[in-house]
């Protein structure tokens, strides 16, 4: 594609968002079914297709990358709207997790994006596997996917919202979990890119990175269960809600995570003494030096 400057792509990224939330509100509100979660799954599901849309006119599916961590904010944020009645102490601090959460997670993304001539390496790479099918694993794999499971990471939210309920110490364990996960994930990935600028062809042990060797995942993977475990100590109902950090776990533990792994491998042979020595994402502190 045509060069595009960094400041020039923000803003496209930044339209194409602006649209899709438009595009939900219109169809939010013009869908019959009574049905708060129903319709949000919905509305989130036809935002994605349009930034998969200009994903494709781009011809670069990193247009997606911000969903995931814009999507969150916005949702919630909606809800408290719908539900129209004076804020809780306890809807104070879900919706302070939340945006604690998603903040971190698009400033990183922010601080990384070099502009939409650039795609992750890993988009590349799904493509270049399977050209055949691409058109699938573009929508369903990269755009589609992430976004039902991150519905289903908040759908504890729901519950906690449309149901308030007395304050408890589960509750506030939760949040305190929901608070650190991306506290944990900012430190790490602030310690990557500080080790990058100065090492390019070696990978970071350092840090938080000595004692896990993916504690930025392991902050993203902990973060989900608090948000559940917010639920539970609210209404305790319905479990069923387990599915959303469950299925973002296997997500990271089966397709993120060996990914990354298999990358780092062909990039630094070296890797493999480090998997022998640092947990996948665990941290363990009593390891030798």
């Known amino acids: 594609m045509k060069t595009v400057t960094r400041k020039s792509s923000f803003l496209f990224i930044f339209l194409i968002y602006l649209l899709s939330f438009i595009a939900c509100c219109f169809l939010f509100n013009e869908l019959e079914n009574d049905s708060v979660l129903f319709k949000t799954l919905l509305c989130t599901a036809a935002a994605t297709m349009i930034v998969w849309f200009f994903g494709i006119i781009f011809k670069n ?154 504690p930025n995942y392991l902050g993203e993977i902990t973060f989900w269960w608090g948000v559940f475990l917010m639920q539970m100590g609210l209404i305790g109902r319905p479990v069923i809600t387990i599915a959303g950090p469950l299925m973002i776990t296997l997500l990271f533990i089966f397709i993120s995570i060996p990914m990354m792994e298999k990358h780092m491998m062909r990039k630094h042979p070296e890797y493999l003494d480090y998997q022998k020595n640092v947990p996948l994402l665990k941290f363990n502190f009593f390891r030798k030096a």
């Open 61 to 214: 599916s990193s247009v997606y990358d911000p969903y995931w961590s814009v999507q969150p904010m916005v949702i919630v944020s909606m809800w408290f709207i719908i539900r129209g009645t004076p804020f809780l102490l306890t809807d104070i601090l879900v919706l302070l997790a939340i945006f604690v959460w998603g903040i971190r997670l698009t400033w990183n993304w922010a601080v990384t994006f070099k502009g939409l001539q650039y795609q992750d390496w890993r988009y590349s790479m799904i493509k270049e596997n399977n050209l055949k099918m691409w058109f699938f694993s573009n929508l369903f794999g990269i755009n589609m996917m992430p976004t039902l499971l991150v519905y289903a990471g908040i759908v504890p939210v729901y519950y906690i919202i449309f149901n308030p309920s007395e304050f408890s110490v589960l509750f506030l364990f939760g949040f305190i979990v929901s608070i650190m996960a991306p506290v944990i994930s900012f430190i790490s990935d602030q310690q990557l890119r500080s080790f990058r600028k100065e090492n390019h062809d070696t990978y970071i042990f350092t840090g938080l990175w000595k004692f896990s060797r993916h």
